[in-house]
């Protein structure tokens, strides 16, 4: 059975850091994009991130810009979202998901499944 398994979110305040991690569990990653969404209370989920199978092309929103990064090590079976300047309004469940490529359609990574459970991360004072 193909899981993404997320970790790593939690309380922290405006300006700090959080690591979350996207492991696999019965498959691997190797062939697989990788993409990070977030889902904030009565908003619709959002594409954030976005990594190729070989980690040599990514995609950022607009508003994580310069302040995520996504990376990837396949020998671990798992990818990594680095998020630093954190924001309240980065207040959200985070979700990984694979796909064949990172297929940006709006604010969305078309074509993506095995959605994780989620980790939740709040930004707060």
């Known amino acids: 059975q193909l899981q993404l398994v997320e970790s790593g979110g939690g309380l922290v305040q405006p300006g700090e850091s959080l690591t979350l991690s996207c492991a696999a569990s019965g498959f691997t990653l190797d062939y697989y994009a990788i993409g990070w969404f977030r889902q904030a209370p009565g908003k619709e989920r959002e594409g954030v991130s976005c990594?190729?199978?070989?980690?040599?092309?990514?995609n950022y929103a607009d508003s994580v810009k310069g302040r995520f990064t996504i990376s990837r090590d396949n020998a671990k079976n798992t990818v990594y979202l680095q998020m630093n300047s954190l924001k309240p309004e980065d207040t959200a469940v985070y979700y990984c998901a694979s796909g064949p490529e990172c297929l940006v359609r709006g604010t969305q990574y078309a074509g993506m499944d095995g959605w994780g459970k989620g980790t939740l991360v709040t930004v707060s004072s």
């Open positions: 990594i190729s199978s070989s980690g040599g092309s990514t």
